[in-house]
């Protein structure tokens, strides 16, 4: 397995060299949304990449190396030496659901040698839940699939993606990974602190919240948030929503809200009899649980170095560490050193298993990583 990067800024141009043969390359590229949505981009990348199968994601902050950066470019080209990969491209709105966009994903890229499903969506018309849900009805139950939903710096509006083609709206890419030479292991941690009582999901439907408790749940939130309820719907990224499942913590990002009806639109569902409780951020929690998410998977690995890191954190996580944001990032190269590749970018959702074990689920305001490494001769 052999790895390369390049970045790209308006600013600056090119920097790092494509040296590497790309025929059977897989280049992820995770670029700003206003510069992955230009028509002239993918030609950009075309050139400097004759051969392989470019997938473009756009993001809402870029990472390579132990640094995060915006409105640019981080293309990271990835040649097998022994693991056949499978790419496939879905049109959202050619499905009546989410899910069964997921069960068709599934479907096409389940096989006996199937091992890890790399699932890069688009992050705004798409129900990650049941996007995740469908794949996972479709997926033998020992795949790891992890991965996360396109961003547009925060906004909300529009995202793109892309596969072999100038990125757009509405477009999903998966890509299923074959055989036993790869070793791939996963993390996924938050860092935010929670407040306030437990309370019952008394009323939703799929991602909308009506009612918890029996009370209005915007009325509700607003009470905790006080001045910065006037900010509302950016200042809820500051505050998520916690579901509590035994031991399991699954953390939900404010899309939108509905002063009218007094409802919240959330990344993912919020089940009707849920427990849920609120959250907040905690600066120094929120570093400790991306070295946290490194530290859970050096121990899943073989002992041995992995050649890429893949981080996908989200968004909120981002606005709420501000200028600290690269400290996220250094914990996690801290973690695996110097030797491998590192990737990734801020995101509309994450993907990853919620505890040991395989399956998955879709997450906010957590980082989760994802790390690679081939075997040969296992």
Not at 170 to 187: K, P
Not at 325 to 353: K, W
Request: negative net charge.
């Amino acid at each position: 397995m052999r790895v390369e990067q390049c970045t790209y800024s308006p600013a600056s141009g090119w920097s790092g060299a494509a040296d590497m043969q790309t025929r059977n390359a897989l280049i992820l590229v995770f670029g700003g949304v206003d510069l992955i949505a230009r028509p002239d981009t993918f030609s950009m990348l075309r050139d400097r990449y004759p051969s392989g199968t470019l997938i473009l994601v756009s993001t809402a902050g870029e990472i390579a190396g132990d640094q995060v950066r915006d409105e640019s470019l981080v293309c990271t080209a990835i040649s097998f030496d022994a693991t056949p990969f499978r790419v496939l491209s879905a049109d959202a709105a050619s499905f009546a659901t989410s899910r069964d966009c997921g069960l068709f994903i599934g479907t096409e890229l389940s096989d006996d040698r199937l091992r890890h499903i790399l699932l890069l969506s688009e992050g705004t018309l798409t129900n990650g839940d049941q996007l995740v849900g469908g794949l996972k009805e479709t997926t033998p139950s020992q795949v790891l699939i992890t991965g996360g939903l396109a961003a547009d710096a925060g906004r909300f509006e529009q995202t793109y993606v892309g596969i072999d083609e100038p990125a757009r709206p509405g477009r999903i890419a998966a890509i299923g990974f074959y055989g036993d030479q790869l070793e791939v292991a996963h993390g996924s941690r938050g860092g935010w602190d929670p407040f306030g009582p437990l309370r019952r999901v008394s009323r939703s439907s799929g991602n909308v919240l009506h009612e918890l408790d029996g009370t209005n749940a915007l009325d509700l939130y607003k009470t905790y948030l006080g001045e910065r309820a006037a900010e509302l719907p950016g200042s809820a990224l500051l505050f998520p929503l916690c579901i509590v499942d035994g031991e399991n913590l699954v953390v939900r990002t404010i899309l939108n809200i509905d002063e009218e009806s007094g409802s919240m639109t959330f990344a993912g569902d919020i089940p009707q009899g849920a427990r849920v409780q609120f959250m907040m951020a905690n600066f120094d929690r929120l570093i400790d649980g991306a070295a946290g998410a490194a530290e859970d998977t050096a121990r899943r690995l073989r002992q041995q170095e992995p050649d890429l890191v893949l981080m996908v954190s989200c968004v909120g996580r981002k606005i709420v560490l501000g200028p600290r944001i690269d400290e996220e990032v250094e914990s996690v190269v801290e973690v695996f050193g110097t030797h491998p590749v590192y990737c990734g970018f801020y995101s509309n959702g994450e993907i990853s298993p919620v505890v040991e074990g395989v399956g998955c689920s879709l997450h906010n305001q957590t980082m989760t990583i994802t790390t690679y490494r081939e075997n040969i001769g296992v």
